[in-house]
């Protein structure tokens, strides 16, 4: 029997969506699933920087995957046109996996020459720590879906996820470097539950 995932997530669903994001969520969303991609975004939330990769990089495929529907509404919102809801010319090479990014993983043999986790789910108490997403095993699986000089790029502002996901790299092929670097506000950047002052960011390559 195949073993079941621990589920790295919390809510699917949050507050009532509007009849404008239904009506994107019902006829928008089955023409953006993807197949393959170029830079995969995990977790992208209310998909702020999803948008931004899509502007910096119009000649690539982004795939941005969330299994939080408000948030995959939220980016189907911004992403189009109010008056058509067709999606804007900016925003065409957006894909969307509105699900856990592990069952994409299993559908695709893209390599992705960059793919981005901002933020990912601290799961802060001790009995939940299995419940964090880049743990040893994750990250070589995700390794396996990089191109030759492709990165890993994480960022997040629990610094002790910081230094457990330090630990994990070990039991891992990958190389870690510790970027300074700076990016666009996430909203759950902008909410800093963690209390600290700037996120940290890592970058992994095989
Ligand atoms: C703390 S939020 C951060 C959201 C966004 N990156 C930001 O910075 O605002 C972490 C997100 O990761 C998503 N997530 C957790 N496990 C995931 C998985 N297995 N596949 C895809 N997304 C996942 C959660 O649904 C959640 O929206």
């Known amino acids: 029997m195949e073993?079941?995932?621990?589920?790295?997530?919390?809510?699917?669903?949050?507050?009532?969506?509007?009849?404008?994001?239904?009506?994107?969520?019902?006829?928008?969303?089955?023409?953006?699933?993807?197949?393959?991609?170029?830079?995969?975004?995990?977790?992208?939330g209310a998909g702020e920087h999803v948008r931004d990769l899509a502007r910096a990089n119009p000649e690539k495929i982004i795939v941005g995957a969330?299994?939080?529907?408000?948030?995959?509404?939220?980016?189907?919102?911004?992403?189009?046109?109010?008056?058509?809801?067709?999606?804007?010319?900016?925003?065409?090479?957006?894909?969307?996996?509105?699900?856990?990014?592990?069952?994409?993983?299993?559908?695709?043999?893209?390599?992705?020459?960059?793919i981005w986790v901002l933020h990912p789910d601290p799961w802060p108490k001790a009995r939940h720590e299995k419940r964090r997403l880049l743990s040893a095993d994750f990250l070589n699986l995700l390794s396996k879906y990089?191109?030759?000089?492709?990165?890993?790029?994480?960022?997040?502002?629990?610094?002790?996820?910081?230094?457990?996901?330090?630990?994990?790299?070990?039991?891992t092929n990958l190389t870690a470097t510790i970027p300074n670097m700076e990016i666009i506000q996430t909203r759950y950047q902008h909410k800093n539950k963690a209390g600290t002052t700037a996120p940290k960011y890592l970058i992994l390559t095989n």
């Open 66 to 114: 969330e299994p939080f529907m408000n948030g995959v509404a939220s980016l189907l919102s911004a992403i189009t046109d109010e008056k058509t809801n067709r999606v804007m010319d900016e925003y065409k090479n957006i894909r969307i996996w509105a699900d856990d990014v592990r069952d994409f993983l299993r559908t695709t043999d893209s390599k992705f020459e960059q």
């Open 3 to 44: 073993k079941q995932e621990i589920r790295t997530f919390g809510r699917r669903h949050g507050k009532k969506l509007s009849a404008r994001q239904n009506g994107l969520v019902e006829n928008l969303l089955p023409t953006l699933k993807p197949a393959s991609g170029d830079i995969l975004e995990i977790g992208f």
């Open 146 to 171: 990089l191109t030759n000089n492709g990165e890993i790029i994480i960022g997040t502002d629990h610094w002790e996820y910081f230094d457990w996901i330090l630990e994990q790299i070990k039991s």
